[in-house]
């Protein structure tokens, strides 16, 4: 062997030993027990290397690491590289087969757990979804809030995480845990429109229109063009039969966006339930636009004309309405209505009879 190779060879161990000598024994087992997989064996020196070497942030690192691959303690995880980072986050560590700073393997670790467990828990949801009610599916809901938790538990303060979890919770009819979760993601994204919108739209579905009215209010505030939220003010005030009120929000909502064929449902229903059928007509027309085979709706605009006394206009309607839904009792009903005020007796006699066939 020429003495090249030879002073080569000793360079190497040389820089071996080297290294070797840099860490404290307790930490350069855990080290080796890792990159043997004997982690149960590198759990236990982790420990003692972090009762021995306490400031040193890559015992740290590996008791944090570890104690979340073997016992799911993401708790512990989290405190032990805190730790880590706040010691030295520029030491280097020993993560998936090369030496990295302790911040990009922290940052790397918390990254690739945090979506594999959060896009797992986003996939289940719309299958169970698409489940028929059942154990199954309530299996398949519990599954992604395990996938949700863990997410949790990994980035507490990621508010993305308690949206599907609260929707979820409210699949399975725990509104005490779905609210809980809205409480959590609106505590780590104060001043988010996005979230404060549907944390208002999850307090409606429970039910607590007081709690939702004064969130919804909070997204006019951060963006006074947000014309859902009008909406949403606009349906609570009518299901409170504050019509004045509910027109209001409903007229500043068709400003920003008069093309909205659900928004002018609303307004229709609203401006019906108060009986003033002329002004709701129009607006029920509009949802049509969006919706013209919405047999429900065809039968609303239909009675209001009737009980309008709008004949001239009701006839029209219906006379196409009956061609398109010719089963529909009450619509041939409303049709033997006008042809009636029309003076088209034989007309109305035949309307009569398809009503009742």
Not at 217 to 227: A, L
Not at 299 to 326: H, I, K, T
Request: aromatic share 10%.
């Amino acid at each position: 062997m020429n003495k090249m190779v030879i002073k080569l060879i000793a360079v190497m161990i040389a820089g071996m030993v080297f290294l070797t000598a840099c860490r404290p024994p307790d930490i350069e087992g855990t080290v080796l027990n890792i990159q043997k997989q004997l982690y149960d064996d590198a759990l236990l020196s982790a420990e003692k290397a972090v009762q021995t070497n306490p400031e040193n942030a890559e015992a740290w690192f590996y008791w944090g690491w570890l104690n979340a691959e073997q016992k799911k303690d993401y708790s512990l995880m989290n405190e032990a590289f805190d730790k880590a980072l706040a010691l030295n986050p520029a030491m280097k560590v020993y993560f998936n087969g090369t030496n990295v700073s302790a911040q990009n393997a922290i940052e790397n670790y918390r990254g690739s757990l945090y979506a594999n467990n959060f896009n797992s828990a986003v996939k289940l949801i719309p299958e169970a979804q698409q489940m028929e009610k059942g154990d199954l599916q309530t299996k398949k809901f519990e599954q992604a809030l395990e996938k949700l938790s863990i997410a949790q538990q990994v980035s507490p303060e990621r508010a993305e995480t308690y949206r599907p979890m609260a929707l979820t919770y409210m699949y399975l009819g725990d509104t005490t845990k779905a609210e809980s979760a809205v409480e959590e993601m609106l505590s780590h994204s104060e001043g988010d429109e996005e979230n404060t919108y549907m944390a208002g739209e999850i307090y409606s579905m429970i039910g607590k229109t007081d709690k939702a009215f004064d969130l919804f209010s909070k997204v006019i505030e951060m963006n006074p063009q947000n014309s859902k939220a009008y909406q949403k003010l606009g349906i609570i005030e009518s299901n409170r039969k504050n019509w004045d009120e509910a027109n209001n929000y409903y007229q500043k909502a068709m400003e920003m966006d008069p093309d909205n064929a659900d928004l002018a449902f609303n307004i229709a229903v609203s401006y019906y339930n108060q009986t003033k059928l002329k002004e709701a007509i129009p607006f029920f027309l509009k949802s049509l636009e969006a919706e013209p085979d919405n047999e429900n709706t065809v039968e609303v605009v239909g009675r209001s004309y009737v009980a309008a006394q709008m004949f001239d206009d009701a006839l029209p309607f219906l006379e196409d309405a009956v061609d398109r839904f010719p089963e529909n009792a009450t619509l041939w009903e409303y049709l033997a209505m006008t042809y009636g005020q029309k003076g088209m007796t034989d007309k109305a006699n035949e309307a009569f009879a398809k009503s009742k066939a």
